[in-house]
């Protein structure tokens, strides 16, 4: 009898050892993202996706992806996704799923502003805007990539500016008024940030990445799209020239292009735009911060 409850003592323990190991463990970067800012999500068990929630209503989604261990502690599982750029400072939840839900995560979305400014389109420009079964289709094309999230990551680490020197001609978010020949008027918000630089100006990768698009398209002139990590595309519009291939692997510092103004422009510049799970992210983010912090991450995980 003894002997029978020792073993049933002793399977209790190793069960409980065995949940207490397997709990969930999770973390987030930032903890108080702003409208526009990405949120890197590392978490200890499987998971499919992560979703934004904001008074109720899914705002956003992304996939979920392996980051393997790479000679450290353990491997984990994570996830990027961004905050709309229209979303108001509020109370949110983030919701990591499988086929149920695997745990609920509150955040603060904190508060943020936003520039505005008004186009004065020309006809010429205008003209791009009329409906073209060409154009729709390139269009199609771009969000479809941007829809797609791959299984490789090519970059961990932080993205450098594209260009030299840093002339900022319109910021990331900025409330734009579209001001046609004829009077009529349509918003739009910009997705990313514009440099001023004299035509020819170099462009160089931000990150180490795969080449999906390098080619001319009406609206965006010449483009180069790159994808960095599952979801995660780094976009160079307006290019006077491209200086690399599709398929290629882009390394960080590259040289991929040459300033210009084509397509929607209104003078030499370029265009850098980083999409994550088809969002418009603000690109200064992944400046400041490793779009993915192993160490990081896999401490707080650990402790």
Request: a neutral charge.
């Amino acid at each position: 009898m003894k002997k029978i409850l020792f073993f049933v003592l002793l399977s209790i323990v190793l069960i409980t050892g065995q949940q207490l190991s397997a709990q969930l463990r999770y973390t987030i970067i930032p903890e108080s993202p702003r409208p526009g800012d990405p949120i890197t999500i590392g978490v200890n068990t499987a998971v499919k996706e992560a979703l934004l929630f904001v008074n109720g209503r899914q705002v956003a989604k992304a996939k979920c992806f392996h980051v393997p261990s790479d000679g450290r502690p353990l491997g984990f599982n994570a996830a990027i996704i961004t905050v709309p750029s229209v979303i108001e400072a509020n109370d949110a939840v983030i919701r990591l799923m499988n086929d149920s839900i695997v745990c609920e995560i509150p955040i603060t979305i904190a508060p943020r502003e936003f520039l505005s400014e008004t186009i004065h389109l020309t006809p010429s420009l205008a003209s791009l805007f009329v409906p073209n079964p060409q154009s729709q289709k390139e269009q199609e094309l771009l969000w479809e990539i941007a829809a797609t999230t791959g299984n490789t990551i090519y970059h961990t680490g932080p993205f450098v500016v594209p260009i030299t020197p840093e002339r900022r001609t319109s910021r990331f978010g900025t409330r734009r008024v579209n001001q046609y020949p004829d009077g009529r008027r349509t918003t739009s918000i910009h997705a990313g940030v514009d440099f001023g630089a004299p035509t020819g100006t170099e462009v160089r990768s931000c990150a180490r990445g795969m080449v999906k698009i390098a080619r001319p398209i009406i609206i965006s002139g010449n483009s180069v799209v790159i994808e960095h990590a599952p979801g995660v595309y780094s976009i160079y519009y307006h290019l006077e020239s491209i200086i690399i291939q599709e398929g290629a692997i882009a390394e960080a510092g590259e040289l991929i292009g040459l300033v210009g103004s084509t397509g929607f422009s209104t003078g030499s510049h370029l265009h850098w735009e980083i999409r994550v799970s088809t969002e418009n992210t603000d690109p200064d983010e992944f400046v400041s911060r490793p779009l993915i912090d192993k160490e990081l991450i896999i401490s707080r995980i650990l402790n």
